[in-house]
């Protein structure tokens, strides 16, 4: 069981918007600590898709946007492509025990 | 440009130890921790633990802890994931990544290393 709760899958027509969650608690999320995405395609490395909640890095569409609120954060993509079509993880730090990083268990995307 | 590069796929039996490595490029090595995430078969992310190359400042997830022993080579810009005796579950690809954001953001990602361990 991931510390972070993400949708095991998602699915969305080309150029529908999905949105993916990412809950968490008042150790991590709730505390104040800023929340990641990642895009995994297949057979690849992870890839930093949103830091810092909402913040996006340099080459990264504007198609792709993140939000925190509460104990929860939230990944859009909206115009949904093809090639967006990836595994999809947040991640963030655990400030329990002696603190950690974590990871939601990731989100399939399926592009129908 | 910055970069990750790690050492190939290794394939190994069980009880044997290994190191595998990650070397930085086109940014100031000793000034980011580095991290080392699992990810098994099929399977998602796994964050494994943390070094600061400056002062070898290590963290381990609460997971790995005495399984694996993280280090670095700051004369050489190298981060290294070590096994005293590989088990079969160890079998996975491992990843580094570079974390200069808060909360440990991780960015680049090296390309990964695909341990296999069976007899």
């Known amino acids: 069981q991931s510390v972070l709760t993400q949708p095991p899958s998602v699915s969305g027509a080309p150029g529908q918007r999905v949105t993916i969650s990412c809950t968490g608690s008042?150790?991590?999320?709730?505390?104040?600590?800023?929340v990641h995405w990642y895009q995994q395609l297949p057979g690849t490395a992870p890839k930093l898709l949103i830091y810092d909640n909402n913040r996006r890095p340099s080459g990264i569409p504007d198609r792709f946007s993140g939000s925190k609120s509460g104990t929860s954060a939230s990944l859009a993509i909206t115009g949904l492509q093809a090639e967006d079509e990836a595994d999809y993880y947040c991640?963030?730090?655990?400030?329990?025990?002696?603190?950690?990083?974590?990871f939601g268990g990731g989100t399939k995307l399926t592009v129908l | 440009e910055v970069q990750l590069v790690q050492s190939g796929a290794e394939v190994k039996k069980p009880g044997e130890s290994l190191r595998i490595s990650c070397k930085g490029s086109?940014?100031?090595?000793?000034?980011?921790?580095i991290g080392w995430v699992r990810q098994m078969p099929g399977k998602g992310l796994e964050w494994m633990g943390i070094?600061?190359?400056?002062?070898?400042?290590?963290r381990y997830g609460p997971s790995f802890k005495g399984q694996v022993t993280i280090s670095a080579d700051k004369s050489i810009s190298t981060a290294y994931l070590q096994w005293s005796s590989l088990k079969a579950s160890d079998t996975a690809m491992y990843y580094c990544?570079?974390?200069?954001?808060?909360?440990?953001?991780?960015?680049?990602w090296g390309q990964g290393t695909l341990v296999t361990v069976s007899s």
């Open positions: 990544a570079r974390a200069p954001y808060s909360s440990y953001g991780f960015d680049p």
């Open positions: 008042s150790s991590n999320i709730g505390a104040g600590y800023d």
């Open positions: 991640q963030s730090y655990d400030s329990s025990l002696s603190g950690y990083v974590v």
């Open positions: 070094i600061y190359p400056g002062d070898s400042d290590t």
């Open positions: 086109g940014y100031s090595f000793t000034t980011y921790w």
